[in-house]
């Protein structure tokens, strides 16, 4: 039998994988499977991944960079989940040398995976360091035969569509742990 979303809902990110119990299925985008059992997806460890890196500060002329950025749930392939409903957050990380606020909105589209081009530039004598944000995704389902909150399957990666470019590198490559505030 299928379970309905939750009737109260506010979108959390965790720290840490959270354990597996109604306050932490409550505070998940509400998604289901293919075989319609409700479940939730659970993102935590928010991070900063690096994407680019153009030093040109020995250069006299403009630097161009081009890379393919992808947005989505990275689940396995065996995995068939989609978001039922548009779920929206607003957050501040912060790291040791940057401060950002952004919003992040969770809809049907992230279902799948989706990858563009960005081109980035750097100008002359200077350095430029682009990072993309990423969340870790974890399902977790309501087991309509225990009434236990369980894990779903293993952990994924949300990509988000967030891009962070500052001057100066942030905390050690590839990634950059944030906290959120």
């Known amino acids: 039998m299928p379970f309905g979303p939750p009737s109260a809902h506010e979108l959390k990110i965790f720290d840490v994988m959270p354990v597996p119990n109604e306050t932490t299925f409550n505070a998940g985008v509400p998604a289901q499977s293919t075989t319609n059992e409700m479940l939730s997806v659970i993102l935590y460890s928010p991070n900063l991944e690096i994407i680019a890196s153009l030093d040109n500060t020995k250069s006299t002329v403009t630097s161009d960079y081009s890379a393919s950025v992808t947005n989505g749930f990275t689940f396995t392939t065996e995995q068939s989940v989609s978001v ?5 957050i607003s957050i501040e990380i912060v790291t040791a040398s940057v ?37 870790i995704s974890r399902v977790m ?16 990666k949300a990509l988000t569509q967030v891009l962070v470019t500052t001057d100066t590198p942030i905390g050690n490559a590839p990634s950059s742990p944030v906290t959120m505030k």
């Open 84 to 88: 039922k409903t548009s779920v929206g």
């Open 99 to 135: 401060e950002t606020t952004f919003a992040l909105s969770f809809s049907e589209q992230w279902n799948t995976t989706r990858t563009q081009g960005m081109s980035f530039s750097c100008p002359p004598g200077k350095k430029a360091f682009v990072y993309q944000g990423t969340l």
């Open 141 to 156: 389902a309501l087991n309509a035969q225990t009434a236990q909150y369980e894990w779903f399957s293993a952990a994924g």
